[in-house]
């Protein structure tokens, strides 16, 4: 199978797949171009503890009781069915290829499902029944959008966002991680990252954290955007503290 279809930047998949010991959506390429990161920088390890903040979403998901969760930007190697067993989860991704190799792996028992969606055509999905008939009638919704909204421009993160808390319930959940800066989005080093990225074919946005919370509004934010590996509490290093750009997690809620 091809990972690489340019129409969705895949190597906003197949890099992570590679930093990843479970990784299953990448070839030798992406291995090589991954290792090579990891000596000039934190990529590898930052995607670990991405993953690491993923699971224990889900986990605390499932320990707060929620019925229903929906990913966003799941990507090929979903495991929230493992994560959070009682609860119905869909998940839902942009690139087709991404839904057929991750569908392919589901357990016939785990109630989950796998449909293509980007961030901007969640709402028309949802207002097509997406979720009709397979989570509660409740809309009390547990949402999770990792290593995702870096790649998604501002309007359309906050229009969809805002629909998202229209149409849920109160007691909801949003929790979200992605790359923001401390610094200026247009100093040298904002300007270095996104060359970087874009040289390898995964651009990205690079947002000062101290603009996540209003691209969320209405959503209250109940835990302010903090560094994911104090979040998860990983071992500090000097590739995962203090360097000024990193993967952030932030939770808001509807009251
Ligand atoms: C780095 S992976 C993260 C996967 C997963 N959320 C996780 O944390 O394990 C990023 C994923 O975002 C998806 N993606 C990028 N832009 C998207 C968009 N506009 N709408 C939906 N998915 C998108 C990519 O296809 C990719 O699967």
């Known amino acids: 199978m091809s990972f690489s279809n340019p129409k969705y930047y895949s190597n906003t998949a197949t890099l992570y797949s590679a930093a990843l010991d479970e990784g299953d959506y990448h070839d ?27 699971r224990q979403m889900y986990e605390g998901y499932q ?20 994560w959070a067993t009682e609860a119905n989860i869909m998940y839902v991704d942009h690139n087709p290829d991404i839904v057929e190799h991750a569908r392919r792996k589901l357990p016939a028992g785990a109630s ?29 919704v547990a949402f999770g959008s990792n290593a995702v909204l870096m790649f998604v421009d501002d309007a359309e993160i906050k229009s969809t966002f805002q629909y998202l808390y229209e149409w849920c319930a109160p007691g909801s959940v949003l929790k979200i991680s992605t790359t923001g800066i401390t610094g200026s989005e247009s100093d040298l080093r904002a300007k ?13 946005h690079v947002r000062n954290v101290d603009k996540f919370c209003e691209l969320f509004a209405p959503w209250k934010v109940t835990r302010r955007p903090m560094p994911l590996w104090e979040w998860v509490n990983w071992p500090p290093s000097k590739m995962t503290a203090g360097i000024g750009f990193d993967i952030y997690g932030i939770e808001l809620r509807k009251e």
């Open 28 to 54: 030798w390429k992406d291995s090589i171009i991954t290792g090579l990161m990891g000596f000039i920088t934190p990529f590898p390890e930052k995607m670990r503890i991405n993953r690491a903040f993923v």
């Open 112 to 140: 989950a499902r796998y449909e293509t969606s980007s961030v901007g055509a969640l709402p028309g999905l949802l207002e097509k029944g997406l979720v009709d008939g397979f989570f509660d009638d409740s809309r009390k």
């Open 63 to 82: 320990q707060e009781g929620f019925n229903n969760i929906l990913d966003i930007g799941a990507g090929p190697i979903p495991r929230g069915h493992e």
């Open 192 to 204: 270095f990252i996104r060359t970087f990225f874009k040289k390898v074919n995964a651009p990205m």
